[in-house]
């Protein structure tokens, strides 16, 4: 029997708790986030920044995959969040303390990882369920719901009881990561990032995120929304950038020598411009269609998530997006959401791919300028003043997330 039900209809089921499995007090939740995003934003790092993260779902997924199911990881542009079966705890810490290692180390990007059981979290009653969105041919991502997840995430950046130190170590999976493509423009007007989270942290919570997921549905079915489209307008950048090379030949095992790191540019360069070739001529190679790989592509990607709440990215126009975010806003106005969204003139690609002749791939894709975090700073701050009224006597209603006590 799976361990996780499998999601295959978003905008029907990705908001029903019933299409979810509650995990026990034996799971855990391993988070990673990036630290200093709003300076190597600055220094126009935003793909370093995709592709550590992207690094963790791949390692993770090894780390923590049982048998042949798939394992519940899921991309956030500027870090990652996995659900851990039991048993699989002690891969879920050595796989986090060596990619904080290594991002710091090779990567100069500072990677705050953490383990927290979701005992922990069912004790201060934040319930966490999961599910696997299927994307085709069981490529698949982790989906979330509950208030258990979003505080697993702030309690491993405000305590440092919940944290794993860096140690250096394997990083198998890492070698399956790549952001070779070109950032692709949008075809409806924007790019729309969305991250939306419930002020309560109860079942009432889980009504308005459904609520406002409807709603967003109402105004723009996200199924059409697809940012890469049916992958028409992919770009296989020949040579790749420099940037791209660099970071490809930086991953795999943590230590790679320099002939190790020069036969990965070899590979990548190789493989890139071969791509580039039968996409241009129209070609196919040993029964491999790149025209139908570009589709695939398109198909799945991790455009629309849930962790805790609706994460997307989507491809509308100027008024669909200002529709949106009105919508959000009067939902944040009368105290059941929190919500954080950003523009961005293209979306990002960066892929994770095993095996290409056996259809095994999944995409996740980011607003241009780390369209995730520019929204997730924007939630913060609603949070913040949330926060900050209630120590002045303001609305009861407005609830932060709970830390733990001292058990």
């Not at 934003?41 to 780390?63: E, I, K, P, T």
């Not at 070779?180 to 919570?205: E, F, K, Q, S, Y």
Request: proline share 6%.
């Amino acid at each position: 029997m799976p361990l996780l039900p499998v999601i295959r209809d978003f905008a029907a089921e990705a908001s029903d708790p019933r299409c979810y499995a509650a995990l026990d007090g034996g799971w855990s939740l391993a988070v990673a986030d990036v630290t200093g995003s709003t300076r190597l934003a600055g220094q126009g790092r935003h793909r370093d920044v995709n592709f550590v993260a992207a690094g963790v779902v791949a390692v993770l997924s090894a780390a923590v995959r049982v048998g042949q199911e798939p394992a519940a990881c899921q991309f956030g542009g500027d870090g990652a969040i996995a659900a851990v079966p039991p048993g699989r705890e002690d891969g879920a810490r050595t796989a986090l303390s060596a990619l904080a290692h290594w991002s710091a180390e090779v990567m100069d990007v500072p990677l705050r990882v953490g383990l927290v059981p979701v005992q922990a979290l069912l004790d201060q009653g934040l319930e966490v369920m999961a599910a696997l969105h299927d994307v085709g041919n069981g490529n698949s991502f982790g989906l979330f719901l509950g208030a258990g997840v979003v505080a697993a995430d702030a309690w491993v950046k405000e305590d440092a009881r919940w944290r794993l130190p860096p140690q250096s170590g394997p990083l198998p999976g890492l070698e399956s990561v790549s952001c070779r493509w070109n950032p692709v423009p949008p075809r409806r007007g924007t790019v729309l990032c969305v991250i939306v989270d419930a002020v309560d942290p109860g079942a009432p919570g889980l009504v308005e995120l459904a609520r406002v997921q409807r709603a967003v549905e109402a105004i723009v079915p996200t199924a059409g929304a697809a940012p890469l489209g049916i992958g028409e307008r992919l770009e296989a950048r020949w040579p790749p950038a420099w940037r791209s090379l660099w970071m490809e030949a930086r991953g795999g095992r943590d230590g790679a020598g320099r002939g190790t790191r020069i036969r990965r540019v070899g590979r990548a360069l190789a493989g890139s411009g071969l791509l580039a070739l039968l996409l241009k001529m129209g070609w196919r190679l040993r029964g491999f269609d790149p025209q139908r790989y570009r589709r695939h592509m398109a198909e799945r990607t991790d455009f629309r998530k849930s962790a805790g709440g609706p994460r997307l990215v989507l491809d509308v126009t100027e008024g669909e997006a200002d529709a949106i975010e009105r919508l959000l806003a009067r939902a944040a106005q009368e105290g059941s959401i929190r919500y954080g969204t950003a523009r961005a003139d293209a979306t990002t690609v960066t892929c994770l791919v095993g095996d290409v002749t056996a259809d095994r791939h999944v995409h996740f894709v980011d607003g241009a300028g780390l369209g995730f975090w520019r929204a997730s700073v924007m939630l913060k701050a609603m949070r913040a003043r949330e926060k900050a009224g209630q120590e002045g006597g303001a609305d009861k209603g407005m609830e932060t997330i709970p830390l733990p006590r001292e058990r």
